[in-house]
């Protein structure tokens, strides 16, 4: 709780909000390994096709038609993939206009009964502004999200259908986090204020973690971001602080299977996404598989009307969807 306050006074400070900020450092750099690794294969046409398919919902908006058909999609196809439980957690958030909301977090669990356990996250709601494109006449209408939720969603519905397939030891848990890019927009604070007003679908889920039944994860992952052809992944100091040995994990492994061009070694600065929820309240170290570097932000079209399937790279869903399961194997 402290450091959660520091974190969001440090943010507060520096002018930074949920998923929208610039440099800090963190204090060390994880040193890097290198050795052979047998690398596992991912399939990003199956990827890029889960993509493709919540953009053809439309908009993912709390209480929006295609917001139900997502959820009944992406259900669906954990089930499909051998999920041996899938839930919806219905909650109520409090948006920034202090209207209460419905959300939904998609929860499943693979090979439930195993105590060495990874998570993997991501959110999939789609932003309800374009508050950063160009055309100020269209700012205030939602975006297709194909790489800001869609992108994260698509690689971790692949890792799950090729679970049952692949000789995982680890057992796997899987959060699609709702309402992550609710946060007020930046034609009303000009950019400032509200760090609360983001994350409320992972703060919901956070508060309320207990590892009961199912083992607690050893560390988890959260994709944001991870389809576009110029990615780049640093690591943001929240990732840094509370989950080194995973980031050692993560980008050791990427650049021994080929992807250290993707996964650089560097300091980003202080993001507050939907991990910080996790590391702060649920106590599970997790690192943030996020487009973001501290000399230009985030891509291009982060929260524009380009953000849409056709800028979505299959190159770069593979770097990230191999180097996750090749993690996962060797655990
Ligand atoms: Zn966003």
New binding site residues.
């Given amino acids: 709780m402290r450091i959660y306050k520091i974190i969001i006074a440090t943010a507060l400070a520096t002018g930074l909000s949920a998923?929208f900020s610039q440099g800090e450092k963190t204090q060390e750099s994880p040193k890097v390994s290198t050795k052979k690794e047998v690398k596992v294969d991912f399939n990003a046409d199956s990827a890029y096709s889960y993509i493709a398919k919540q953009c053809e919902f439309g908009p993912r908006i709390l209480e929006s038609k295609a917001h139900d058909n997502c959820v009944e999609y992406m259900t669906s196809e954990l089930r499909r993939h051998g999920a041996d439980i899938v839930e919806v957690q219905k909650c109520n958030v409090i948006d920034w206009e202090k209207k209460t909301r419905k959300a939904e977090n998609i929860i499943a669990h693979f090979n439930p009964s195993a105590k060495k356990r990874v998570i993997l996250f991501s959110h999939w709601d789609s932003?309800p502004w374009a508050d950063q494109d160009g055309n100020e006449a269209t700012r205030r209408k939602p975006i297709d999200g194909a790489n800001?939720?869609a992108s994260g969603v698509g690689v971790i519905l692949e890792i799950a259908r090729q679970y049952k397939q692949t000789d995982f030891k680890v057992g796997l848990d899987i959060v699609f986090f709702d309402a992550?890019?609710l946060g007020e927009p930046t034609f009303i604070t000009g950019g400032r204020g509200n760090n609360d007003s983001w994350c409320l679908g992972s703060q919901y889920w956070a508060r309320n973690y207990k590892a009961d039944s199912i083992a607690k994860p050893r560390f988890g992952i959260l994709l944001d971001m991870v389809g576009d052809a110029d990615a780049k992944f640093h690591v943001d100091v929240t990732s840094g602080r509370f989950a080194s040995i995973a980031v050692n994990k993560i980008w050791s492994t990427a650049r021994n299977i080929g992807y250290g061009d993707i996964f650089e070694m560097r300091e980003s600065g202080q993001l507050i996404d939907d991990h910080v929820q996790v590391c702060q309240y649920a106590d599970i170290p997790t690192v943030d598989i996020i487009d973001f570097t501290a000399y230009r932000g985030f891509p291009e079209t982060?929260?524009t009307h380009q953000d849409v399937i056709g800028n979505i790279s299959k190159t770069t869903l593979k770097a990230v969807g191999e180097t996750i399961m090749t993690v996962m194997a060797k655990e």
Avoid: L, S
């Fill in positions: 998923c932003r800001d939720g992550e890019d982060w929260h």
